[in-house]
């Protein structure tokens, strides 16, 4: 991977951080509060890539080692994700609600290929939060239009993943994240929202850092080490495509937890820390996470017969 050193890197500042409090308030319309909350995404990516193809040109680019073609397909990434703000203010103003407005962020990148690395993560997310989102939208249209823009999320995942030269299509599915899962880890970029912004009904688990164990991979060790300290007995529970998989550390020492990582993960996956190894990924559940790992999947095998 050309680029892998810089991608882990980040992988382990996003997953570090400390996501800020927000208030709370009651699901009332479900769709409404989905697309508010798809919005609030959307504006985060808008924001992302708006303040780099600002910063660094086509030639700041290139010296970083990627094509012309790369640097102007990122212009239609960014008019997506502007079409995409554009669309859900839109519906939401429509349906008679106040769009929520753009906030102040922070992104953790200071060069091409760092942003690149951290495009890629921040794409994964998005492709995460549609996805765990999509079960409880109860409008047809709703849900057609989310997958529309899920679809293109995708596909710019699968570009800058392999833009630093990871497998674009590392996992047979991809991988949905429930909304505080993906607060958690979308609110360590923002720094601020506008008082007149609706509370949307999320909260932020406690931070998980991924310590030691990059670059990671099946079967391989990793240290946890939750922000604050665990009583009790806890579990890794790590998220894959449509796997789910808890295992016990192998090692728990001064707040740091060794676990090896399941066969089944592959591609940007997630894990969190659990009271229990069932699976379940309730609120009342979640200890801590989800910190964000980054797997090679082993050599593909398939049946070449179409029979």
């Keep these: 991977m050309r680029f892998s050193t810089t991608a882990l890197a980040l992988i382990a500042i996003v997953s570090g951080v400390t996501a800020a409090p927000t208030k709370r308030q009651d699901s009332g319309d479900i769709d409404a509060v989905i697309l508010q909350y798809a919005l609030t995404l959307e504006h985060l990516e808008n ?7 600002s910063e660094w040109d086509e030639k700041a680019f290139t010296d970083a080692g990627f094509s012309s073609k790369f640097y102007n397909d990122l212009k239609y990434v960014a008019h997506d994700e502007e079409g995409h703000v554009v669309y859900l203010e839109a519906g939401l103003t429509a349906a008679g609600a106040m769009p929520v407005a753009p906030c102040d962020y922070s992104f953790p990148m200071t060069d091409p290929k760092s942003f690149v690395a951290l495009s890629s993560v921040i794409e ?11 079960p409880l939208v109860t409008s047809k249209a709703y849900l057609t239009a989310a997958g529309a823009i899920l679809v293109t999320e995708a596909l710019h995942q699968s570009q800058q993943r392999s833009a630093i030269g990871e497998t674009p299509s590392a996992n047979v599915f991809g991988t949905p994240l429930g909304f505080n899962a993906v607060y958690s880890i979308a609110s360590g970029f923002i720094k601020s929202c506008p008082e007149t912004n609706m509370p949307l009904p999320v909260k932020a688990y406690p931070a998980l850092t991924l310590v030691s164990g990059l670059p990671t991979a099946q079967g391989a060790h990793i240290d946890l080490q939750p922000k604050d300290a665990v009583s009790g007995e806890v579990f890794a529970t790590f998220v894959s495509g449509l796997n789910v998989a808890a295992v016990a550390p192998q090692t728990m020492s001064g707040g740091m937890l060794m676990v090896e990582v399941p066969m089944m993960v592959e591609g940007q996956s997630y894990v969190f820390l659990t009271r ?22 082993l050599a593909p095998t398939f049946n070449i017969s179409i029979t």
Aim: a negative charge; glycine letters at 12%.
């Design 47 to 53: 924001a992302f890539y708006k303040k780099a193809l």
């Design 276 to 297: 229990d190894n069932s699976g379940n990924l309730t609120d009342s559940n979640i200890v801590a996470g989800p910190v964000i790992l980054e797997v090679t999947p």
């Design 124 to 134: 994964g997310v998005g492709v995460s939060a549609y996805l765990g989102a999509a």
